[in-house]
């Protein structure tokens, strides 16, 4: 048997982790990260490859034999018990000792396939290091505890302790030289470890998902009573990544200390307001669209919300004034173009936008966008590290996402309050540290009957979340439609806009102090007023049969079969304006009589 010194001089990248413990590259596979631990316990030199290789395989490429590990090549190997035990291959062995070091049991992770798709399998046992037997195959018996716990409890209090989920993740920030735990999956965690953080800084490095999320704030929450401070930051920015799959990815020591130092935030800093100063609300669309906030555009489909989205990013795009502020234009004499960035999965950008973008004078340099058949359109979700990225490399002062459900982690249920608000609530960060204005489209509740708040209803926590609110809409004059605010949080509620769409281009058609509830009423009167106009329009028709008649005595005639003046009223104008009926007068004065008759052409007796 050799020495562990001995041993070790087999081996290239040495570096020492604890006592007996070291780490260096693997010669049974090309490792460029140290990737297998040497460990010497109870008289052996144990070997263990993080990636899977064999120790017979690591032994022979580095020239020795089991008896220099003072060991029996005849021994069956941990491996090869427990893939004959659990019929499964064995990709890792993490191995879980107490405070002081001591071995107490061990997770493997299996490699398994699942309709086709690799996924792995966690399997708790015991191996029996002096006869290296394992003497138990269940978690039943073992009361867990932090991975990596003595290096943990011996860590410097001036450097940052890392919380990961996953034994991997912590092997990976290991082989770079940082102090890394974890309680293992998602549903691990345990109240009680948070005293083993006390005094330190810590930052947690979550996978990027919806459970990694949630398992972040749990340990926040725990640990914040205890240590000096807790940061969090996510790394990878693909679905489920972590931070194992972003150095991968390719990234450098060098960037992941410039990540966790500038994009996460402190969980435990407050500030005093004693130097605070108060700031006027600004404005990127006067009255309408403040900066740096979350504005909503609702309404049913071809309401015109698309051409309205539009319009806001060429003006914004050109430095001009919007079509809101048409009457206000003198006060904006010089405006400077500015950045927008937007992602529409509805459109065509070609045949629907682009023309549109034109149309109402855009400046193209300053329209920014990723196509919805670029692979990388799925990366766009509220809160994911790909969009600030995006946001911190242009620096848009608006960004338009159409519509809201594209851009929502599928896993989230709209109607889930506080999902929505962890989904949308990175938006206002966003805002605070870029100076960007979200304008979110959502599409209207067809529900009858409602209005306001309740036409967005299945997205609850975005009419909250929104600092402005504007509600499109058609009115019962053909062609005309209404922007209506609905909500404004920094100022007084706007008139509504009347417009119409010309080739693609809003024209202004006037303003109104009514607003989405009385165009609903409105257009819901007249819808269940319809068929009893119908009703009225043939009793009128069938009146006039005969000839002309004195206009009060058809109304008296109608009154009589319950027909109600208004409703009189829009049928003989309806007739009217169709060529239908027709009036005329004679006298002067009191008696001065009015008399309808049926035009001869379009006497339909």
């Known amino acids: 048997m050799k020495s562990i010194q001995e041993i070790l001089t087999h081996f290239q990248g040495v570096q020492r982790r604890g006592d007996g413990c070291y780490q260096c590259r693997c010669p049974a596979h090309p490792d460029k990260e140290p990737s297998l631990s040497i460990t010497e316990k109870n008289g052996k030199v144990l070997i263990h490859c993080h990636a899977g290789c064999s120790t017979a395989d690591i032994l022979t490429a580095a020239g020795l034999t089991f008896e220099d590990l003072g060991g029996n090549e005849k021994e069956s190997s941990t491996r090869e018990q427990l893939e004959?035990?659990?019929?499964?291959?064995?990709?890792?062995?993490?191995?879980?000792?107490?405070?002081?070091?001591?071995?107490?049991?061990?997770?493997?992770?299996?490699t398994t396939i699942k309709d086709g798709v690799k996924d792995k399998t966690m399997r708790y046992f015991v191996d029996d290091k002096g006869s290296g037997k394992i003497k138990q195959f269940s978690k039943g018996n073992i009361q867990p505890v932090l991975y990596n716990l003595k290096s943990l409890l011996r860590a410097d209090k001036s450097e940052p302790v890392y919380i990961v989920e996953g034994e991997k993740d912590v092997e990976t920030l290991k082989r770079y030289g940082y102090t890394a735990t974890t309680a293992g999956g998602v549903n691990d965690w345990r109240e009680e470890y948070a005293r083993f953080f006390k005094d330190?800084?810590?930052?947690?490095?979550?996978?990027?998902?919806?459970?990694?999320?949630?398992?972040?704030?749990?340990?926040?929450k725990d640990i914040s009573p205890y240590v000096s401070s807790v940061k969090w930051s996510l790394t990878s920015s693909e679905d489920k990544g972590d931070v194992t799959d972003w150095f991968n990815e390719g990234h450098t020591k060098e960037e992941f200390e410039k990540l966790v130092s500038?994009?996460?935030?402190?969980?435990?800093?407050?500030?005093?307001?004693?130097?605070?100063?108060?700031?006027?609300?600004?404005?990127?669309?006067?009255?309408?669209?403040?900066?740096?906030?979350?504005t909503v555009l609702a309404g049913d489909g071809g309401s015109g919300k698309t051409t309205i989205w539009c319009a806001l990013a060429a003006a914004v795009s050109a430095g001009r004034c919007s079509f809101f502020e048409t009457e206000i234009a003198e006060a904006f004499p010089e405006r400077k173009p500015l950045k927008v960035l937007f992602f529409s999965s509805e459109d065509s950008l070609n045949e629907t936008l682009l023309p549109r973008l034109d149309r109402n004078g855009a400046d193209r340099r300053n329209l920014k966008t990723i196509k919805i058949q670029d692979k990388r359109f799925e990366k766009i979700k509220f809160?994911?590290?790909?969009?600030?990225?995006?946001?911190?490399?242009?620096?848009?002062?608006?960004?338009?996402?159409?519509p809201l459900q594209s851009y929502v982690d599928p896993k989230i249920k709209m109607g889930d309050r506080n999902a929505m608000r962890s989904c949308l609530n990175p938006?206002?960060?966003?805002?605070?540290?870029?100076?960007?204005?979200?304008?979110?489209?959502?599409?209207a509740n067809k529900q009858s009957g409602v209005y306001g708040r309740k036409r967005i209803a299945d997205s609850a926590d975005i009419w909250d979340l929104a600092r402005s609110v504007l509600m499109v809409g058609t009115t019962e004059e053909k062609g005309v439609r209404y922007i209506s605010q609905e909500k404004s949080n920094y100022g007084v509620i706007q008139d509504t806009v009347l417009f119409s769409i010309h080739d693609g281009e809003i024209k202004v058609e006037g303003h109104t102090v009514k607003h989405d509830r009385e165009f609903i009423?409105?257009?819901?009167?007249?819808?269940?007023?319809?068929?009893?106009r119908e009703e009225a329009k043939e009793f009128i028709l069938d009146y006039l049969k005969d000839g002309e008649k004195e206009v009060s005595e058809l109304d008296g005639m109608a009154k009589a079969v319950g027909i109600s003046g208004r409703t009189l009223t829009r049928a003989k104008a309806e007739l009217r304006e169709s060529g239908i009926a027709k009036y005329r007068n004679e006298g002067y004065g009191k008696d001065k009589k009015f008399y309808i008759s049926l035009i001869a052409s379009k006497n339909m007796a």
């Open 262 to 294: 500038s994009s996460e935030e402190d969980e435990l800093t407050v500030s005093s307001l004693e130097n605070e100063e108060i700031k006027e609300t600004e404005w990127l669309i006067s009255g309408f669209l403040p900066k740096g906030q979350v």
């Open 427 to 443: 938006l206002i960060g966003l805002g605070e540290k870029y100076g960007v204005m979200s304008l979110i489209v959502v599409h």
């Open 200 to 220: 330190l800084t810590v930052i947690i490095l979550p996978d990027n998902d919806s459970p990694g999320l949630k398992l972040k704030d749990r340990i926040i």
């Open 383 to 402: 809160g994911s590290r790909y969009l600030e990225k995006l946001v911190e490399k242009e620096r848009p002062a608006l960004m338009i996402f159409d």
């Open 521 to 532: 009423q409105e257009a819901d009167y007249t819808k269940y007023q319809a068929p009893k």
């Open 84 to 110: 004959r035990y659990f019929k499964m291959p064995l990709a890792d062995i993490y191995e879980y000792t107490d405070e002081k070091g001591n071995y107490l049991y061990s997770k493997g992770r299996f």
